[in-house]
């Protein structure tokens, strides 16, 4: 089977797989499952237009860019701590410390303690997330900065280089496949983080307080529109990511089957 058979039946399953779903979703719909919670698709794109682009604009920028803030630094730190535990092995306990802190610790406990401390919803709401995407970035790129073949980083020390030629010449190529598909997985990861955020600081424009407003009035299909519009906003993030990263691979990949 060659690449172009293989993306293409990659491409059909997911096809049907998302088919299936909306079938499963209109039939829910249709027969009024879970009570009647739960819109047809129709009434969601119907909500959609009734809100107007407008209304998206203004509560789903803000989400959008505190969501971008939050997954750029949440990452970077990330990134930051990988490369230090390499160059300095005995921080790699404090990291990895850190690293599982910030995933077993529940947002919503953390959430308060942060609104004292800054004082600033928007803060709050970036910080929350930036540790959403933390612990899966900085596992994903450690893991890939120890990846190297043994040979490709006994050739640096061969010629003198030392940790951190390592790190610079031969790890960080190696890591890029591993820390990418980590940011593939943080993308959609942040967004959640600010909407949750957004639901706990109630800022004045955002997809949380949208959907809440929502809920309050019991405008069902306008709830399900928000949370539609979200994922679609998250997955529109995995999407750029994973172009980014096929192109990126490719490179490294070449990078270092030359290193070999």
Not at 144 to 157: E, K, N
Request: proline fraction near 4%.
């Amino acid at each position: 089977m060659n690449r172009l058979q293989f993306v293409g039946q990659w491409w059909g399953a997911g096809a049907v797989g998302i088919v299936c779903l909306i079938a499963l979703w209109w039939i829910g719909g249709a027969f009024e499952w879970f009570k009647g919670t739960i819109p047809t698709p129709v009434a969601v794109i119907r909500a959609i237009g009734q809100q107007g682009q407008g209304f998206y604009s203004t509560n789903f920028g803000s989400t959008v860019e505190l969501a971008l803030r939050g997954f750029i630094w949440g990452n970077l730190l990330a990134i930051a701590l990988a490369l230090l535990v390499i160059v300095v092995p005995l921080t790699e306990g404090l990291a990895t410390q850190l690293a599982i802190i910030s995933y077993c610790t529940p947002i919503i406990a953390v959430a308060p303690i942060i609104q004292v401390a800054f004082a600033e919803v928007q803060t709050m709401i970036v910080f929350l997330a930036a540790i959403s995407v933390f612990f899966t970035t900085m596992i994903g790129t450690l893991s890939g900065l120890r990846s190297p073949h043994r040979a490709s980083l006994d050739l640096v020390r061969v010629y003198g280089g030392g940790r951190l030629s390592q790190l610079l010449r031969v790890r960080i190529i190696a890591a890029l496949p591993n820390t990418l598909a980590a940011l593939k997985i943080a993308a959609p990861a942040a967004v959640l983080g600010a909407v949750l955020g957004e639901f706990l600081s109630m800022p004045e424009t955002g997809a949380g307080p949208a959907m809440i407003a929502a809920q309050q009035r019991g405008d069902i299909p306008a709830v399900w529109a928000i949370a539609l519009v979200a994922g679609l906003i998250a997955g529109a993030g995995y999407a750029i990511i994973s172009v980014v990263s096929t192109v990126v691979v490719r490179w490294s990949s070449g990078g270092m089957a030359v290193a070999r």
